[in-house]
């Protein structure tokens, strides 16, 4: 793919760190567009920062999504101690603001979605978050650009990153010795870090039919380790 151009979103978060990462390693990816609250911290020639406080109107930065190839969302927050309106209006209700105006402007990119193990695409389950990111996928899905949702469990960060969200952090550091053994005993529920971030990329590249990727799913691709 020629003068690829990918667009990341919450890049300052585990998973987006390891994305951007493995984005700008990747020298089949020519430029990075980053949009956040907070810069990344980096330098690199491919990268190219937008900063701003509304999350909820993109509509300004239709010329800077347009032409991109393809859109990895990892923004995301916990559903913990937040209404179902809150957490609808940070999950879902921002995830389709960029959405919407990525797919005005290259109704042919790839959007990733980064969703969760058990998320609900009935929409009426018990779960609140489960109902919500269900929602988000759905909707996506329905959509004229080339939408994917991913559904990672358990992932083991490597590279030195960890979760920003302070429950998560501590999960992964009482349960993250147990990695080989769920790796055995539960593939579809666990995944590294660069294993997420490499599937991703190879989504972009490869299109697949199915469009609800778990773990075992993106790891089957080619050009992603399994070991």
Known sequence: M???KIIVFGATGMIGQA?????????????????????VGRQDDKLREILRD????FADCADDFA???ACLFCLGVSSVRKSEADYRRVTKD???????????VAPEMVFIYISGMGTDSTEHGRLMWARVKGETENALLAMPFHAYAVRPGFIQAVGGL???TRLYAVAYRLIGW????LRRVAPRQVIR???????MIEVVRQRPAKRVLDSVDLRGLPGVSAS
């Open 54 to 57: 509304d999350f909820f109107d």
């Open 162 to 164: 960890q979760s920003r």
């Open 94 to 104: 921002i995830t389709l603001a960029a959405a919407d105006v990525m797919a005005g």
């Open 67 to 69: 032409g991109a190839d």
């Open 178 to 181: 147990l990695y080989p053994v």
């Open 2 to 4: 020629p003068k690829v």
């Open 193 to 199: 870090s660069d294993e997420l971030a490499k599937g």
């Open 19 to 39: 994305v951007l990462a493995q984005c700008l390693g990747d020298q089949r990816i020519d430029s990075v567009l980053v949009v956040g609250r907070t810069s």
